[in-house]
């Protein structure tokens, strides 16, 4: 088999030139490298409806042409982030690419692993955790989508000023994911392996549990438009086992 790659938290959106830039010509090296790209969530800055896709805004138009591209050559799977969990069947359909649920066991040549966003393994985060089951739930969704685009893009706007506003107040601690229930997680899968991202904190965690040697892998976020510091990153699963890759080094 090939390798599997990943990648999650690009955070795509119209004042992101560069990292949108950046994502594309990652496409492209995925396609030529891999068998399959793996993008579990926060693909996007804020996803409000799979009904942008009808007339996309420029940026939009160059990132789904890239997706296409890319699902042309490898298989590609999209999943749910806490700021774009409104991607659906239209969009996943208008590109190639295939919905990942929001927790997933790959079979990957180096062994298997679980895969999600994470943020549901920040459950010390009890603000956000109560902000999630809100507009997860089929009513609250279903009344957001029945609103006009500029209406649900100004409560997105809000709502991402709001998570900034609120983040400020809460102890990093609080943010990262719960090691109790990363176990759990583990324990209840019966797998020695997770990699998940959302919590913008790249890293390979090691920790025995029952016994047993586990990894717990973080995603690197991106941001290419930053003034002061850019990164971002992949992560590649093949026969080696798992690695993390930098942007920086990617040329
Ligand atoms: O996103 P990030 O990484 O900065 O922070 C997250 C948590 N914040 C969020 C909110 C999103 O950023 C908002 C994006 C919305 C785009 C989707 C648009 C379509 C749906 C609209 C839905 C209404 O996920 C943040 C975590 C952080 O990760 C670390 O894990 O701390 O959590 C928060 O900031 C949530 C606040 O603590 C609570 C917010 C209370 C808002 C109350 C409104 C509830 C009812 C909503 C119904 C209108
Ligand atoms: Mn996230």
Redesign the pocket.
Known sequence: DGAIWLASDLHLGADMPATCEAFLAFLELAADNATALLLPGDIFD???GDDVTDAPPPWLADVLNGLRQCSKRIALWIGHG??DF?MGDKLARSVGAQLLPDLVRIQAPGGAFLLCHG?EL?TD?L??QD?RR??RGQA?QSA?LARPLAE?EA??DG??R???Q??QS?AEQV?DVNQLAVETLLRTHGTTRLIHG??HRPDRHVFMLDDRRCERWVLPDWDLDSHSATRGGWMIADEDGLSINDIELAD
């Open positions: 804020a996803w409000v806490n700021r409104l943020d920040c985060d603000a956000y902000f809100q507009v609250w957001f649900r409560i997105a709502l991402r709001d998570s900034q609120a983040q809460k943010m959302h919590t």
